[in-house]
């Protein structure tokens, strides 16, 4: 075991299977993760603690832990004084960032937030609600809910939820009125540990592998051979991070040509290209893109 240990702490439930899958396209294999708080990670200098995303900025602050993973909501409604590190874009459904958002039945008569008054408020994130309302100058009383709070939309006047794509939300025929805060999950690090010359670099390296298998999701490497007389053609329809790599075959007529492309493109790029002279074709998928 090093004697140098970053702890690093990652979220427990339902950011869990996204982040160990992340960390796992990164180059960190973690092991145990299912069975114990305390997972094995393939890398000697590193220590994991699996905590709840709500409570992982606090840790972090106190200095519990040198540094975790958590959402930007939860940072806020901490008030935690800590170091961001980066943005990773990633969440337990989609790339997209999650939304906490006011939102009451259909068949509620409030309109806006200003009809809320006097009114009850149940969520999870009270901080951030109360502050919400407090800055537009309207009183009501945020109650803290238990999860599940879709369902107590109907008992209180209204409710403060997470959302990312809204279909929960349509599912239990609630209306979004307004969003309160938007969150994207944050590598974030303790203070004390960000001056410390050891962890800090160690957090940075990990950042800059995370972002990199963040980016190599949306991304495909493509090769092919071409004639040189086609080339020029060919490198109009390319295209390219910078400029794609262009490589001499053995047979003096011709070139292969490697290049990194969104993978969402791919699949009417490559007809173009075969039908613009390209042989070989080859597509495949990527661990990493560090720009």
């Avoid at 990312?164 to 805060?181: F, V």
């Avoid at 071409?226 to 295209?239: A, C, F, N, Q, T």
Wanted: glycine share 6%; charged share 25%; aromatic share 6%.
């Amino acid at each position: 075991m090093s004697e140098q240990i970053l702890k690093l702490g990652i979220p427990a439930g339902s950011l869990q299977k996204a982040t160990i899958e992340l960390f796992d396209k990164a180059g960190f294999h973690i092991l145990d993760s299912k069975r114990s708080y305390l997972p094995h990670v393939n890398d000697e200098q590193i220590q994991l603690i699996m905590l709840r995303a709500q409570e992982m900025s606090r840790y972090v602050e106190d200095g519990v832990i040198d540094a975790g993973i958590t959402g930007y909501d939860w940072i806020m409604e901490n008030g935690s004084d800590v170091v961001e590190v980066c943005e990773l874009a990633y969440s337990k459904a989609t790339s997209n960032p999650a939304r906490w958002v006011l939102a009451v039945p259909n068949e509620s008569a409030v309109r806006s937030a200003a009809d809320l008054a006097d009114g009850i408020i149940a969520t999870e994130l009270v901080n951030v609600t109360m502050k919400y309302f407090e800055e537009k100058g309207i009183a009501v009383k945020v109650e803290f809910s238990w999860g599940a709070t879709e369902v107590k939309a109907r008992l209180v006047d209204a409710i403060v939820e997470l959302t990312e794509t809204g279909t929960s939300l349509k599912a239990n025929n609630l209306r979004i009125m307004d969003t309160l805060i938007t969150s994207t999950t944050r590598l974030i690090v303790n203070k004390q540990a960000w001056d410390d010359t050891f962890k800090r670099e160690k957090v940075e390296n990990i950042s800059i592998l995370l972002k990199a298998a963040i980016e190599a999701r949306s991304k495909v490497g493509l090769k092919m051979n071409i004639k040189r007389g086609d080339l020029e053609s060919i490198l109009k329809i390319l295209p390219a991070e910078k400029s794609p790599t262009v490589s001499s075959l053995a047979d003096p007529d011709f070139v292969a040509i490697e290049v990194i492309i969104d993978d969402k493109i791919e699949r009417s790029l490559v007809p173009a290209l075969k039908r613009a002279g390209a042989s070989g074709v080859i597509t495949y998928p990527l661990n990493k893109v560090i720009h």
